[in-house]
């Protein structure tokens, strides 16, 4: 049997791939969903932050949105743009440095011409390389540092991977005069009931009762191949764990370096008002280090409702302690300093604190995962998703993965 640890996206799709039907999941939280979940408050629709699927794969796309009512599900163009020096430039950055003042632009593109040639040896170095030393200080650095609360030197050179594509010069030079601003999350599909539509999408394909709510993992037994939950003891024939990677070897009993597993926590103010703001954006970032939050997203705008529906992300270092009373009053007075907020009053509001969010990708903790997964996959132990397989990755991927591993376990 196998047992599957997280009902989530990755722990939900693992048991839809699979062939047969000898399967449990078993998910801590009373309801599944993971980070993918849907709040309806005083009229407003509000997820765990924003949740949209930047479909790059045609087939992971049908596996998601056949069981969907398409009536229901919103083909969006993204309207994205960079809060930068009180001005707005257009997003992706390195596409619109034109729009920035004279001075500006002119640094961006000198830096842009006379990149290093050398080889990276950390995130922070690649990104110079990749676009220049101006386009790197004035939004790569300062936005991916709020982010992580950290030195970007400390992160891999692949810490993300295809999301930090190379910089095209004749591609951005082509930009000034011809508009594109293609990336690869342009257009996402957005359910008008919020992101937990695509749970239940996926939902269809699983046995509702081989789902077990309020259950969690708490030790696993390498040598009898069995799992003791917070109600009873389960023997398996693969364990497949999403939970995070250092969750689960503290539950093996492995040691580890705890400094190898560091991340960012985040906090989500999702906040309703009266009625609507000026903006058209879906989201806007905000590199400036004056403001606490990374980046504000406009619900309303994608879904096309009568009153402003933001969610503000704040990223925490991982022991950090957080005030929400006091940091939702900062943000109310930082968007108003923006004049997101111009008269609208807040009607309603909710907290989430996404622990981990972003996982710290080092050269040494890439290692450790890696060594550790091969030893447990010859023990029948398999990990999914971001937090399970300690990387940075789309639900997609997520997706993806799973699936090639229901597959690849169940091919003979």
């Given at each position: ?5 997280g ?7 693992y048991?839809a ?17 993971g ?12 997820d ?57 632009f ?27 030393d ?36 004749e ?39 081989r789902i ?53 926590k985040?906090l ?55 005030d ?41 903790s ?17 990990t999914l ?16 993965d ?11």
């Amino acid at each position: 049997m196998d047992v599957i640890i997280g009902a989530g996206i990755s722990g939900l799709s693992y048991a839809a791939f699979l062939p047969h039907k000898n399967y449990l999941i078993l998910e801590a939280a009373p309801s599944p969903g993971g980070y993918c979940k849907t709040t309806f408050k005083d009229g407003f629709v509000w997820d765990y932050s924003g949740h949209f699927f930047h479909f790059q794969d045609e087939e992971i796309k049908r596996f998601v949105t056949s069981p969907m009512d398409k009536k229901n599900l919103l083909n969006v163009k993204r309207r994205a743009q960079i809060y930068y020096k009180n001005n707005y430039i257009d997003f992706p950055f390195q596409k619109n440095i034109h729009q920035l003042a004279k001075e500006e632009f002119i640094d961006c593109l000198y830096g842009l011409y006379f990149r290093g040639k050398k080889s990276p040896g950390n995130f922070k170095e690649m990104l110079n390389l990749r676009y220049g030393d101006a386009i790197c200080k004035k939004f790569l650095y300062p936005y991916n540092e709020k982010i992580y609360k950290d030195s970007l030197a400390l992160l891999d050179v692949n810490a993300m991977g295809r999301f930090f594509p190379h910089a095209d010069m004749e591609e951005i030079v082509r930009n000034f005069k011809i508009k594109d601003d293609y990336t690869y999350n342009s257009f996402f599909l957005y359910p008008s009931g919020g992101a937990f539509e695509y749970i239940k999408s996926i939902l269809t394909r699983v046995l509702h009762d081989r789902i077990f709510l309020n259950e969690k993992a708490v030790e696993v037994n390498l040598k009898n191949k069995t799992l003791r939950t917070s109600l009873r003891t389960i023997q398996y024939d693969n364990l497949i764990s999403t939970v995070p990677f250092f969750q689960l070897l503290t539950m093996l009993k492995i040691d580890f370096n705890e400094s190898l597993y560091n991340y960012s926590k985040v906090l989500v103010l999702n906040m309703g008002f009266d009625k609507k703001g000026s903006s058209r954006n879906h989201w806007v970032y905000f590199p400036d280090r004056e403001y606490c939050f990374y980046r504000v997203g406009y619900y309303d705008n994608i879904l096309n409702a009568d009153r402003m529906s933001l969610y503000v992300e704040l990223s925490f270092m991982r022991k950090e302690k957080i005030d929400i009373v006091k940091m939702r009053e900062y943000v109310l007075s930082e968007l108003k300093k923006t004049e997101i907020i111009k008269d609208q009053k807040l009607i309603s509001w909710q907290a989430l604190i996404m622990d981990p969010a972003y996982v710290y990708i080092e050269a040494q903790s890439q290692k450790d995962v890696k060594e550790k997964r091969e030893y447990l996959s010859k023990k029948n132990i398999y990990t999914l998703g971001r937090y399970g397989r300690w990387k940075y990755c789309s639900i997609e991927d997520n997706i993806k993965d799973a699936g090639e591993l229901a597959m690849r376990l169940n091919s003979v």
